[in-house]
């Protein structure tokens, strides 16, 4: 039998290599072998364990712990029962079930630093039927057809950014990989290149050779050293097959390929701001046009895709351009991955079909919200994108219908919140990573947005003045209309939404001096209820400003001046005699 | 603001210089490797890339500055980077960051009297689904409470106290 152990790095963050050792250290006394693969996207279950006899699963446990290794020994020695605690659930099973992989297919089945297991599973098959079969220009008409569109967010047609890089003058030529996955609360990218480098590996080089380039360079944000040690092993591993390099399968195409670590800059995300940086210099955006089709990475002809775009490549050729266009809806084709986070559930990674809806991804297969909490709002899109509130959860996924709500289908990150989530407080949150990370280079995004987030920050405090939120949107069409890149340019949309959507909870803010959500501090009060309380005097002794004051089996009151709203009192007070508002 | 005489061993960034001084666009990889070295990026050897790649001192502390990465001051034996992502946001990382200043005693971008912890704030290490989360030194520590933050540290403190 094989055991199999999830090594994704949030696997790993849930003890997954403990887990590995553990196991490790047992194996010689059976004749299983042990390998690790990475990451299968049911982060909720982390560490998960897999049991394969032959090409067969037979076991998939999960919430594994080192103590279980004994378990797992016993199981393959022949004791049936031995694991049956810690084996998956059917509910759990549907996480995955409901879903229909293509640029994630080999996540958490392989190993990613086994080049063998990727080619013993289709691995580059595609490349080899593009390169012996099909001219560039068929490749980008099967792409073409495949109605693939960029994954990075803005959601572009793939084939029109490859066929004018292709016509495109000049012998030089760039593929570069956008790897910056910037969008806080995404992680889709990570996963595919640490659990399927080769995948990212064969979609990039059908890439190079449709645009005709010859050299490709995949941009890794710094935060994730794992993705870049096993894509580091895999262009090793594919430069001894020859399927990297010089005559790439014995044919006339040859392709390098290298990875460039980021340093650290949300805007480098920006396609052109990631060739400044690759150029090694500060990251800010060029304007355009000129595109990078036309003047890219050292101002030559340049093709910048996202990986998730990248993953479906080898797909898309092996099985024709129709067969996914056959998913989804009339203008959004293939599928999507969600990175599904925040107060669900089942976080994880969800791939679905186009045109599934929101309340499918997050009910359906997430499980719904955390501690059987009310849903709220889901944010799409990161910093670039809005909230989607609860009456919108019919909306399918589709880069029209979720553009119509205000927020964008962005990279896939999906950040569930719910009732405990001030929308006032996240907007304040989203305007605050805008105006550290904006590169400062035109004026509406630098300024614009560090006013909006005073105003915000003014608003959270209490401080909110009548026609702060008449400000705020009057600042937010002027920055749209005036940034000079995608960052100043979408900034406003978390304010935008929650404006339209929560305009309430602004109002409360700013009128009442309330947070309906009881998230901002500064808003919040405590009150002791003289009926219910004790006189126990708990509180007394547990706040750390000594606000409280009252004498023994007498009820006891709470000096606002003096309060902190740290919550100590409220959160021991065993009569429920606290009251927060 | 100290000045050239931090007495770097630059003899340590050579091998890097000789390998992609001449190649351009390097420079962040160069930073990145003087990094790694030093810990921080000290002024006398910020002065001495620039002389070895024919650029001014300016132009590559402009480069330093932009991105978060780079590190102008030595940090502690152990550097937090506490995630600030959305998902961690939303499953309360502020409490997080709460709890290590009560711990530490410091904030974002301060390293603790001893010496032993710098506290960075960072935006999503792409372990969401286990938020809040912490990175020290490479390792990951997801799930995160107040006093299961504040044991982590005690039990690198103590693990410090016996090396
Ligand atoms: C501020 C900003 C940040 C971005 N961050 C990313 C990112 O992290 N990853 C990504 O693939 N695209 C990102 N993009 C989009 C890229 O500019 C570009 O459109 C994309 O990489 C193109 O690839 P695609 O057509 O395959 O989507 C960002 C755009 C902006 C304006
Ligand atoms: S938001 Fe914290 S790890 Fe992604």
Request: glycine fraction near 10%.
């Amino acid at each position: 039998m094989r055991i199999v152990v999830g090594q994704g790095s949030c696997g790993i963050a849930a003890g997954a290599s403990k887990v590995y050792d553990a196991i490790e250290a047992l194996i010689p006394n059976t004749d299983s072998e042990l390998t690790f693969t990475g990451c299968i996207g049911m982060c909720f279950l982390e560490p998960i364990v897999d049991i394969y006899d032959g090409k067969e699963l037979i076991k998939r446990l999960v919430k594994v712990q080192p103590t279980d290794a004994e378990k797992i020994i016993a199981f393959i020695n022949g004791d049936k029962n031995a694991v049956n605690d810690i084996e998956i659930c059917d509910d759990d099973k549907a996480f995955l079930e409901k879903q229909t992989r293509i640029a994630l297919r080999h996540c958490g089945l392989i190993n990613p630093e086994k080049i063998d297991e990727y080619i013993a599973d289709d691995g580059y098959a595609a490349l080899k039927k593009v390169l012996t079969t099909m001219t560039p220009e068929d490749v980008i008409d099967e792409i073409k057809l495949s109605g693939l569109a960029g994954r990075g967010g803005a959601g572009f047609p793939t084939w029109f950014k490859w066929n004018a890089a292709r016509q495109s003058q000049g012998e030089e030529k760039y593929l570069i990989c956008n790897a910056d996955e910037g969008d806080p609360g995404a992680f889709m990218d990570r996963a595919v290149i640490e659990s399927d480098p080769h995948n990212l590996i064969e979609g990039m080089l059908i890439g190079a050779y449709a645009i005709g380039a010859k050299e490709a360079v995949v941009y890794v944000r710094a935060e994730y050293p794992l993705a870049i040690i096993r894509l580091e092993k895999a262009i090793e591993q594919a430069k001894e097959k020859g399927l990297l390099g010089q005559n790439i399968l014995g044919t006339d195409f040859s392709c390098e390929m290298r990875i460039k670590a980021g340093a650290g800059a949300f805007v480098c995300g920006e396609e052109t701001a990631l060739i400044e940086s690759l150029q090694g210099e500060r990251g800010m955006p060029r304007l355009k046009p000129p595109f990078p089709a036309q003047s890219g990475y050292w101002y030559k002809p340049s093709n910048i895709n996202n990986v998730e775009t990248f993953a479906n490549v080898a797909w898309i050729m092996l099985n024709g351009g129709s067969a996914f266009s056959a998913m989804g809806t009339e203008n959004s084709k293939g599928t999507k991955v969600f990175a599904l986070t925040g107060k669900i559930k089942k976080g994880g990674l969800v791939e679905i079909p186009m045109g599934k809806t929101l309340r499918d991804v997050i009910f359906d297969i997430g499980g719904g919200i955390k501690n059987d909490a009310q849903f709220k709002a889901v944010q799409m899109g990161g910093p670039s994108g809005g909230c989607i509130p609860a009456h919108l959860l019919d909306t399918v996924i589709d880069y029209k219908a979720l553009g119509a709500t205000g927020a964008i289908m962005g990279s896939g990150g999906m950040v569930v919140m719910d009732e405990s989530t001030c929308m006032v407080s996240m907007a304040q949150f989203f305007l605050d990573f805008t105006t550290k990370e904006s590169c400062g280079k035109c004026i509406h995004c630098r300024i614009g947005t560090k006013r909006m987030n005073e105003i915000l920050n003014r608003i959270v405090k209490g401080e909110g003045k009548d026609g702060d939120i008449e400000l705020l949107e009057e600042l937010c069409y002027s920055i749209k209309d005036g940034a000079l890149c995608g960052l100043g340019q979408t900034a406003p949309n978390p304010v935008l939404t929650t404006i339209k959507y929560f305009r309430n909870e602004y109002e409360a803010h700013i009128n009442e001096k309330k947070c309906p959500a009881h998230s901002c501090t500064e808003l919040i009060s405590y009150t002791i209820n003289p009926e219910l309380c004790k006189g126990c005097t708990l509180c007394a002794r547990k706040c750390p400003v000594s606000a409280i004051t009252g004498e023994l089996k007498s009820a006891h009151k709470i000096d606002n001046d003096k309060c902190i709203k740290c919550g100590a009192c409220y959160n021991n007070c065993k009569f429920n005699a606290i009251t927060m508002d | 603001m100290d000045c050239c005489c931090n007495n770097s061993d630059l003899s340590l960034i050579m091998p890097v210089l000789d390998k992609y001084a001449d190649t351009k666009g390097s420079l962040i990889t160069i930073l990145q490797h003087a990094q790694e070295i030093y810990g921080y990026l000290p002024t006398d050897v910020i002065y001495y890339i620039a002389d070895r790649i024919g650029e001014s001192p300016a132009k590559v502390m402009g480069v330093a500055t932009f991105y978060s990465q780079f590190r102008l001051k030595p940090v502690g034996k152990y550097l937090i980077m506490l995630c600030q992502g959305t998902a961690c946001h939303v499953n309360g990382s502020q409490k997080i960051e709460q709890a290590i200043s009560d711990e530490l005693g410091i904030a974002d971008g301060e390293t603790s009297d001893d010496g032993l912890f710098t506290l960075k704030n960072v935006a999503c290490l792409g372990c969401c689904s286990l938020s809040p989360v912490m990175m020290i030194n490479g390792e990951t520590y997801g799930r995160l409470t107040p006093d299961k933050a504040k044991e982590i540290l005690r039990t690198l403190k103590e693990k410090a106290k016996e090396e």
